[in-house]
């Protein structure tokens, strides 16, 4: 049988593949063809909608060309691959990230123009694709981009949820909940009916003797679920590598439904498994930074580390090397401890499938898995019960039993006199009901372990890892300070800022080498340079002020402060520190003279981010901020001096438009509890100043552009601990301008105070954990500080020129190369010269 086009024919095939777009007409001929052809559509009936297809279906053809020669070359060049194992992936749009990235937006934008649309209304025709929960899913979703434009072959694997993060409405005041059914059209994913695999749950391991009288293992019985594979291309910036995004969908092992069941009358139990199957990946869990140990998601972790493995092994087994060479061709990351189930299901198929001894399998298992830490924070450490372990993958907890038998039996070898350590160190937590540690299963089946952020890294080996630094010493540890894809997050997002950079660097090299920003800094003073920088700002600040009044009907000045605080809703972030300081604002301007009013700095802050749906007190905080916004922005006696928004349904098309226009972001976590934060980078890439606590990545963004360039307020994380412990044992004084805030919450000045007690409460009556009130004072006076900074607008232009002059260090494409180097030791592959990739000369 054939399978290829014959030598002789493949010129015929050649002349007629996909090209760049030379001109607009080109980008035209393909939009229109597809909107009459894949969408059946006539130019009678094409609206926005419809373009946005057609405009996506032309530049996919684009792509695909690229992909296929891509995957091409990684097969022949034959190198190591990294593969980057995540829960989530945040990817947002595709379409303007996919004009961008193959450097055709100009062409279609003419080409749209030329049939009547605005490339901005086609573009906002797109659903987000959000599969991820906040930072954790977007680093993944920017890490691939950079693996991508720097041609390393590369491969995303997660699953394909049905619904992603929910939709958020605001109802009178409160989050709900909307699911967010983004399937119905995506143009951007490729099912791969025949790339399947068949997972196993529950069932019971049978023991037995082979003819050497060996012991060998099988897990048996149980049932079976269908992993399918959903392919995404992901292309690079200014290159032809289009690397894949595979994610995984659940089926019925048996297809659409059982239909021996259906025959014989079950029609309803047939279904029912059909279903049951499709929970698998039917919904993300819309958790930050919070593991509640539902069987739910221990099945969706299982599911698609098994699939990823069974996928990865079936590549590495094609090229026919010796399993010793395994790891010196797979390099795998964990991205947080979600996929740790690979590890021991790894070493499953190595010995029970492949028949190879257990240490010989546990160095190429060891060799090949490298963990990223993101949390220290002990809700957020996954734990399973032994009891849930042992039901649903029998074979897998009695390969972790024996992985910590000798993980043990090492440490006592090596630490004879320290009998605790055995109990602190063991996976198994001997709790009621037992528990399995997986952040120590993912340090004991990994060769590197890595945090986010200095500081983060540094707590990482003093806490929660600390007696794995004995353990193992500490090279196993290190630390990759996070970054941003600059493409995304201030090409696409902020256009005009990228081009008057590129006007005075001449090009845009440095969307590949962030690190020649620096050589802005010498335009400092350059009166053109700086008016237009200061005119990007505002209109930035016009269009969200616009969106703010179509949305909400409130209408903003946008020659206020736009102070901007935009993250998931946590505790930890402190948003209830951020909306005590507006009420504390609007209590002084209340208190005013008409003299004293003029000379106030207008602001306007502006809160967006989700509140995990059982996460009452994150909730609660979403209610005060909406309910204290309405009181201030409706009273006459404030006017313009002071605004607080809500913006409902945050996420990454709205970042793209939120993070150009702030004047001040807020990043201020309790220190030591925010691991590293990659929105206080974005903000910063784009002209905006911080206001921020000494953590995470805050530490090293200070570093790079200087302690005159950030607001920096606040306990430091070594204090943390001490100050704690005050509360409890009462040796502390509430804040007083914090108890006169308190006073207004509990009079009903927004509203029935009840709903707001446990607020008030946790920082009142039940410890403070997250120091509101030791940090309340110096943040209102560094705020303060912000307004008279803000007053000198020459001053606040070059804190904003030099500040993003020295953020290259901040690019994901220099994180990707650390781990490339340190972790994963892999080369990128040289790119196939085709027609979409342009050279950046
Ligand atoms: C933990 C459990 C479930 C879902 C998400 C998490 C999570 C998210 N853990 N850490 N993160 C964030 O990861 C970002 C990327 O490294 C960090 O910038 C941020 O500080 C973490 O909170």
Not at 598 to 616: C, D, E, L, N, Q
Request: with cysteine; charged share 25%.
């Amino acid at each position: 049988v054939q399978s290829s086009i014959p030598e002789p024919q493949r010129e015929a095939w050649t002349k007629f593949a996909p090209q760049r777009f030379a001109k607009a007409e080109d980008f035209q001929r393909d939009a229109v063809r597809h909107v009459e052809t894949s969408l059946a559509r006539s130019m009678y009936n094409c609206d926005e909608a419809a373009m946005y297809a057609g405009t996506a279906l032309a530049f996919r053809d684009r792509l695909v060309m690229d992909w296929n020669k891509t995957q091409q070359a990684h097969t022949f060049a034959d190198q190591k691959r990294i593969y980057y194992l995540s829960l989530e992936f945040l990817m947002g749009r595709a379409l303007d990230n996919a004009m961008l990235n193959v450097q055709q937006k100009d062409v279609a934008a003419e080409g749209l123009s030329g049939l009547g649309f605005r490339m901005e209304d086609i573009i906002e025709q797109e659903h987000d694709a959000a599969l991820g929960n906040g930072g954790l899913g977007r680093l993944a979703a920017c890490f691939l981009d950079s693996l991508a434009t720097l041609n390393y072959p590369a491969w995303g694997y997660g699953l394909r949820y049905r619904y992603g993060i929910f939709k958020q409405e605001i109802v009178d005041g409160y989050q709900v909940e909307v699911p967010d059914y983004w399937l119905d059209f995506n143009p951007w994913e490729f099912a791969r009916h025949d790339v399947t695999v068949d997972i196993q749950f529950y069932g019971h391991v049978d023991k037995w003797q082979d003819e050497n009288g060996k012991t060998k293992c099988s897990w048996e019985g149980g049932e079976i679920v269908k992993a399918v594979a959903f392919d995404v291309p992901v292309p690079g910036y200014g290159t032809s590598t289009t690397n894949n995004l595979r994610l995984w969908g659940s089926k019925a092992a048996s297809g659409e439904f059982d239909f021996q069941k259906f025959n014989s009358g079950e029609y309803e139990s047939s279904v029912a498994d059909q279903q049951r199957a499709e929970t698998i990946s039917a919904v993300l869990y819309p958790n930050d930074n919070l593991e509640r140990g539902k069987e739910l998601r221990l099945k969706q972790q299982y599911f698609w580390c098994a699939a990823s493995l069974s996928d990865i092994v079936r590549r590495f087994k094609k090229t026919g090397r010796a399993w010793k060479e395994f790891s010196s061709q797979t390099a795998i990351q964990l991205n947080d401890t979600h996929p740790t189930l690979a590890i021991p299901e790894l070493q499953r198929i190595l010995i029970d499938i492949e028949g190879l001894e257990w240490d010989e399998a546990w160095s190429i298992v060891h060799q090949t898995f490298a963990y990223t830490n993101h949390t220290v924070l002990p809700e957020a450490l996954e734990k399973w019960s032994v009891g849930l372990m042992q039901h649903l993958l029998p074979r897998h907890l009695q390969i972790i039993y024996e992985i910590n038998l000798q993980f043990l039996q090492y440490v006592e070898r090596t630490f004879p006199k320290d009998r605790d350590l055995l109990g602190r160190v063991s996976i198994i937590e001997e709790s009621n009901p037992k528990m399995v540690r997986m952040a120590f299963l993912a340090v004991i089946g990994s060769h590197k372990v890595n945090g986010v952020a200095e500081l983060h890294s540094d707590l990482v080996k003093t806490t929660i890892l600390k007696d794995f630094v004995k353990v193992y010493g500490p090279d196993k540890f290190t630390n990759v300070t996070n970054g941003i894809t600059p493409r995304r997050w201030l090409h696409q997002a902020n256009p005009r800022l990228s081009a008057l950079i590129a006007s005075k660097l001449g090009g845009y090299d440095f969307l590949k080498d962030l690190t020649l920003l620096n050589k802005i800094e010498a335009h400092v003073d350059d009166a053109e340079f700086r008016k237009e920088w200061q005119a990007i700002k505002l209109a930035n600040k016009e269009r969200l002020a616009r969106h703010v009044h179509e949305t909400t009907g409130i209408t903003l000045n946008p020659k206020a402060l736009f102070d901007i605080q935009v993250k998931r809703i946590h505790e930890y972030k402190r948003q209830q520190l951020n909306i005590f300081g507006c009420i504390h604002r609007y209590l002084a301007i209340k208190a005013m003279s008409a003299e004293e009013k003029k000379k106030v700095v207008p602001r306007v802050t502006i809160f967006g981010g989700k509140a995990a749906p059982g996460y009452w007190m994150a909730k609660t905080v979403i209610h005060l901020i909406n309910k204290v916004g309405d009181v201030i922005n409706n009273d006459p006696e404030v006017g313009d001096l002071l605004k607080v928004v809500f913006i409902e349904d945050y996420n990454v098309s709205k970042a793209e438009f939120l993070v150009p226009a702030s004047d001040i972001s807020e990043h201020i976590s309790t220190a030591g509890t925010e691991a590293s934060g990659t929105s206080n980078m974005k903000f910063v890439l784009n002209g905006g100043l911080i206001i921020g606590t000494c953590d995470g990545a805050n530490i090293e963004i200070t570093r790079e552009i200087g302690e005159n360039n950030i607001f920096l307020f606040g306990n430091l994380s070594e204090d943390v601990e001490e100050l704690r412990h005050n509360h409890v044992f009462g040796t502390y004084q509430l804040n007083e301008s914090l108890a006169k805030v308190f006073d207004q919450i509990q009079n009903g000045k927004f509203g029935d105070a009840s709903q707001f007690s446990a607020l008030v409460n946790a920082i009142v009556d039940h410890g403070d954990f997250y120091l509101v009130s030791d940090d309340f004072e110096s943040y209102c006076q560094t705020q303060d500080l912000i307004d008279e900074s803000y007053k000198n607008v020459d001053e606040w232009t070059t804190k904003s020129i030099t500040s993003v002059a020295r953020m290259g260090f901040f690019s994901s494409d220099r994180c990707i190369d650390e781990y490339a180097e340190v972790i994963w030791n892999i080369e990128p592959v040289a790119p196939t010269k085709t027609d979409f990739a342009v050279d950046l000369a």
